[in-house]
């Protein structure tokens, strides 16, 4: 059983330059989820995708895009990285079924130079 | 709005000692209540989690009863190990139509042999 799966699991970038973040689901749940986790900060998320094709933004959303063409995929753009985007992103996932627990990926640990 | 409100860390104890987390919640209808566990280096796995009021959830010794009327709902565990250092944290659910999920800001714990 994959679960939610997170590509890559590490990457530098320097300031400036454009990334995405794959994450992938094969349990066919409809809520996705980023977050973004920073020492004594605890998660905060960043955007949340509640079906395909539908997206809205979470507590911490500027600097990033994220689409939802289809169920399984939800990928997440840097469109220009800047040092403060330095921190582990973590993609999760749910059934719309209510009150269910999300299922995370092992996260992406992303530093920008 | 919803949120939750967690224990301030880091938490220290010697093995074998008793372990009380607080977590208390502010919701608009009935979540469900949850606590989630991360090991150094890795994802959030869900340890164990509760629907309604009343009912104790329980998992690897780990027990929390959802009180509704003190809106808590704290992690307790007889007797630590130091297979149990990790940060914990607890979450709530809601069936919106917005963002279903909101977590806590994690409670780190060591245990020392």
């Known amino acids: 059983n994959a679960g939610v799966t997170q590509t890559p699991k590490f990457r530098v970038l320097k300031t400036g330059q454009s990334m995405t973040l794959q994450c992938a689901q094969d349990?066919?749940?409809?809520?996705m989820s980023w977050y973004r986790q920073d020492p004594g900060m605890g998660l905060r998320l960043i955007h949340y995708?509640?079906?395909?094709?539908?997206?809205d933004q979470g507590e911490v959303p500027n600097g990033y895009n994220v689409s939802r063409s289809t169920t399984e995929d939800f990928p997440l753009r840097l469109l220009s990285a800047a040092p403060s985007q330095t921190s582990v992103y973590f993609c999760a996932s749910s059934p719309t079924v209510s009150n269910q627990p999300q299922h995370f990926g092992d996260g992406t640990r992303l530093s920008i130079l | 709005g919803d949120s939750v409100t967690q224990m301030e860390g880091p938490v220290t104890l010697s093995e074998e000692a008793f372990l009380t987390i607080n977590c208390t919640y502010t919701a608009t209808g009935y979540p469900s209540l949850f606590w989630y566990v991360q090991y150094p280096g890795e994802g959030l796995q869900l340890l164990l989690k509760?629907?309604?009021?009343?009912d104790k959830g329980s998992n690897k010794g780990f027990e929390a009863t959802y009180r509704k009327e003190t809106t808590s709902f704290h992690l307790e565990k007889g007797s630590v190990q130091v297979s149990d250092s990790a940060v914990y944290f607890c979450?709530?659910?809601?069936?919106?139509?917005?963002?279903?999920?909101?977590f806590g800001t994690g409670t780190s714990l060591t245990v020392i042999p």
């Open positions: 995708s509640v079906g395909a094709g539908i997206t």
């Open positions: 509760a629907t309604k009021a009343d």
């Open positions: 979450a709530l659910s809601e069936d919106n139509t917005g963002n279903q999920f909101y």
């Open positions: 349990m066919n749940h409809e809520y």
